[in-house]
């Protein structure tokens, strides 16, 4: 990246990859961006550039601001905040968002994963109950449950209705966890306050 300065000192163009430009008056090749030295291209206008650009939670793109020091170009892309209810309703839809990713993750039950996406979850439900009906009725209750590495394990009755607890109590776990982060939401007073609510949160990748 490379900025041309022209003979007043000014920033004339801000070259992103390597290209042919114009500087001085002449009409360069792109190859002497990498051939000629760095004493060279200056004596052309031509400086080394870099970009700065903080993005922030909740920011969006204000203008670009260059500067030349001297001896090198600076190109800044400044951000600033969203409004402040734009800015929380971002942050309660990363809340729920993170919610989900959690609540569909795997989960632990006596040392061993077990998924809990909503399917798993729907038939470790589904099983959860036939083992409480069987317990009830005193009929004999097994079945070949096949945790999150693939491992199969033999469960009664009692077990399986405690595996059906397991996934209930996980998923309530980060219902309660995104409710708690809400409230602290919407009594933050700025964008700096909810960017410290959701910062440890990770909030996956939406295609």
């Not at 004493?39 to 031509?46: A, F, N, P, Q, Y």
């Not at 800044?76 to 905040?81: L, S, T």
């Not at 989900?100 to 006596?110: A, N, T």
């Not at 995104?178 to 295609?207: C, F, H, T, Y």
Request: glycine share 6%.
């Amino acid at each position: 990246m490379w900025g041309i300065i022209n003979e007043d000192g000014e920033v004339q163009q801000i070259l992103w990859s390597k290209q042919s430009f114009n500087s001085r008056g002449y009409l360069h090749p792109a190859q002497v961006l990498e051939l000629w030295s760095p004493e060279e291209l200056r004596s052309i206008g031509v400086y080394p550039a870099i970009l700065v650009a903080e993005v922030k939670r909740y920011h969006i793109y204000k203008e670009e601001r260059v500067s030349f020091d001297g001896e090198r170009v600076v190109v800044e892309h400044v951000y600033e905040p969203l409004p402040l209810e734009d800015a929380k309703e971002r942050a309660r839809e990363d809340v729920n968002l993170w919610k989900q990713y959690k609540q569909d993750s795997v989960f632990e039950w006596r040392g061993h994963p077990f998924q809990c996406d909503p399917r798993s979850r729907d038939f470790i439900i589904g099983r959860a109950l036939d083992a409480f009906i069987a317990h009830s009725l005193g009929q004999p209750y097994s079945i070949e449950f096949r945790d999150a590495n693939n491992v199969d394990h033999t469960l009664d009755a009692p077990d399986m209705i405690d595996l059906g607890k397991s996934a209930a109590a996980h998923v309530q776990y980060y219902h309660d966890e995104a409710r708690l982060l809400k409230a602290q939401i919407d009594n933050a007073g700025s964008v700096d306050e909810l960017i410290s609510i959701v910062e440890g949160i990770d909030v996956p990748e939406v295609a």
